[in-house]
């Protein structure tokens, strides 16, 4: 979701999400209250235009990405809520749920200790930048029809993700859920390699490129499941549509 102040950039944001019609929305570098953004909670923007009750904000770092930033203490609010009180500025993900969240979980994934050389669209094309990496989180929500749904944002240092990736797999099983069936991890990951993020136990439940979204190249999203497999679930895919330079990503379930 890119940062912006723009109302066109509110109203595509509005019709892409009417578009989607879904149940459930995970969301990757959003801002919360952010000056660069105009100030929104960006996940709460969504859970009103989806008429949704339930969302929560993981903060990965406080304060912009762009800026000057910390990492989250133990005095800052790690998952915020629609019943919270406004909290610190920040950048993170978020969970949409139109489905009634019974609890809302959050593992805190540390960031790779070197950046890397990354490719960010400017103007139509991909020029390359040094990044330095910063702390990840996932978060879980539990749902009352006995789903749990993890949202996460991997760091783009490769191997270093794969390891975050295995933690959240490990972390998933010890939530409380015992019908694996009805786990699933999705989000951006960073790894383009379906094999190496499926693993051994877990199977990617679709194959789509979906970066850079207006000439995807790469699938870095994924739906991740222990017990469903593609053939378990509708993949429905949406052009590029100006909203973020990732396509977005959305299986049905039956």
């Known amino acids: ?51 949704a009750r339930n969302w929560a904000f993981a903060p990965s770092l406080m304060g912009s ?4 930033w910390r990492n989250p203490n133990k005095n800052d609010e ?17 969970i949409v749920s139109k489905i009634p969240v019974i609890s809302w979980h ?26 330095r990496d910063h702390p990840r989180s996932a978060l879980g929500a539990i749902l009352d029809n006995g789903w749990l749904i993890i949202n996460t944002h991997l760091s783009f240092v490769p191997f270093f993700n794969f390891a975050q990736l295995n933690k ?24 383009p390699f379906v094999k190496l993020v499926s693993g051994f136990n877990w199977h990617s439940l679709i ?21 469903l497999n593609s053939t378990d679930v509708s993949h429905m895919v949406y052009p590029h549509a100006g909203m973020s330079d990732h396509l977005p990503i959305q299986i049905e379930v039956a």
Do not use: C
């Not at 789509?208 to 222990?226: A, G, R, T």
């Open 1 to 51: 979701m890119p940062p912006s102040k723009d109302a066109d950039s509110a109203a595509l944001l509005a019709a892409e999400i009417e578009h989607l019609r879904s149940d459930i929305i995970g969301l990757q570098e959003v801002d919360y209250f952010l000056a660069r953004s105009g100030n929104h909670n960006q996940v709460g923007n969504v859970a009103s235009i989806m008429q």
């Open 65 to 68: 990405p762009d800026d000057d």
């Open 78 to 94: 790690k998952i915020i809520t629609d019943s919270s009180e406004v909290a610190i500025p920040g950048y993170g993900i978020g």
């Open 207 to 227: 194959k789509q490129k979906s970066f850079p979204s207006w000439s995807p190249k790469v699938q870095i999203d994924y739906f991740l499941s222990q017990k």
């Open 168 to 191: 959240i797999k490990r972390w998933a099983n010890t939530l409380g859920v015992n019908d694996k069936t009805k786990i699933i991890i999705m989000g951006d990951l960073n790894i």
């Open 106 to 131: 959050r593992l805190d994934l540390k960031g790779s200790p070197v950046g890397v050389l990354m490719a960010f669209p400017v103007d139509g094309k991909l020029k390359r930048f040094y990044v």
